[in-house]
């Protein structure tokens, strides 16, 4: 009865925190998307917790280290935009012109675990090259080529706050609840050059993002069957640190689960998702806006 009154007062002040915080401040729209969003998956992830038998937590001082790594493949529609001073780049990167652009693509997930205490790493690196042409009238006709490196680390401390039973007809089926904090680190590397087009002259740029921001989120895994479960990420950072605007993640992954080596705490999971990652970055000088978008296949190993 207690956790039910706690999760309807938590419920309501959340709704509230949030309409005032769009009254006053005025959010943007993408802002307002991401606030609802992360609601809606907080709250979809406690409901079922609220009526549902708690599983006692291990300790940390008597649980052994427990490790996963993921190898992603994921497949965006990635637009980007970079201005620079009076020069403005619009990257129309679709699925299909970032595999006709793409050098190299690298995304991982790694997870150190004692009990409820978690460390996660999760990397990402890309590296692309595109030739166009400028629509801009104040460039207009002239090609430019890009090439952009991008390095993208998310790292930080999760703690799980709660596991449940939500079986039903005797079926153990649990849920657990791990919120996370930690940086999101982003380094980006742009090499343009622009050819004469329409001027007779051309010029090469470097510009260069960097920045480490913190972010705060929730991830909740839920078993559905013996071998499927399903994983909600969400978070939010930026908050204005080291020019990081707004940043945020909202990810779901459907996986299956399966044996391998001759232990029952090896396992390994085939997962298929889909991942939002927005990131609107301003520095003064140069601001850079990503909102990558797509579908996820991923390997992991447990061990």
Known sequence: MTFCLF????????????LQVWKRAQM?????????????????????????????????????????????????????TVTHGDLEVELPETLRTLLRSLNFFSVMRFKASKGPVGFFVNPLY???????????????????????????????????IGRWDIGKNGKSRELSLEPYAGFRYLHDNLTLKVGPGRIS???KKYIQVESTSPIIGLQSRAQVTDSWDVLFVGDYGGFGVNDMDVSFQLA????????????????????????????????????????????????????
Request: aromatic share 18%; with cysteine.
């Open 252 to 303: 779901t992954y459907f996986e299956y689960n399966f044996k391998w080596g001759k232990t029952k705490d090896k396992s390994a999971r085939v997962s298929l998702g889909y991942r939002y990652l927005h990131l609107d970055h301003d520095s003064g000088e140069t601001r850079f806006e990503l909102a990558a978008k797509g579908p996820v296949l991923g390997l992991g190993f447990l061990f």
């Open 126 to 160: 890309f590296n692309g090259s595109w030739e166009d042409e400028f629509k801009k009238p104040a460039l207009a006709g002239r090609e430019y080529k890009l090439n952009e490196r991008v390095f993208l680390i998310d790292f930080g401390m999760s703690y799980e």
């Open 28 to 80: 943007k729209a993408t802002n307002v998307k991401s606030g609802i969003f992360s609601l809606i998956l907080f709250l979809s992830a406690f409901a079922p917790a609220a009526m549902a038998e708690r599983i006692e937590p291990e300790k940390i001082a008597g649980s052994s280290w427990d490790y996963e790594l993921y190898v992603d493949l994921w497949l965006p529609w990635a637009p980007v």
């Open 201 to 203: 002259d051309g010029f």
């Open 7 to 18: 999760y309807c007062i938590l419920k309501f002040s959340l709704i509230e925190t949030l």
